[in-house]
């Protein structure tokens, strides 16, 4: 499972929700105009990556299912 690319593609994908959803949330406890300015465009893109993350691991799952 470990040696699959599915498998880590999708890992990397999570770690890279977690890392954009960790900066929106300190972004927005600081405040300020950064803040204002991308809060919306940091979350739009922590719901493409999570899109792609919820694919792959789909994906993934759908794939061992089926034995290959």
Known sequence: MFSDPLF??????????????????????????FNRRNANRIMRWRLGVQFVAVVLIVAFAWLRARGQ
């Open 8 to 33: 880590i593609f999708a890992g990397i994908a999570c770690l890279v929700v977690l890392g954009i959803l960790l900066f929106g949330i300190a972004t927005f406890a600081r405040g300020g105009e």
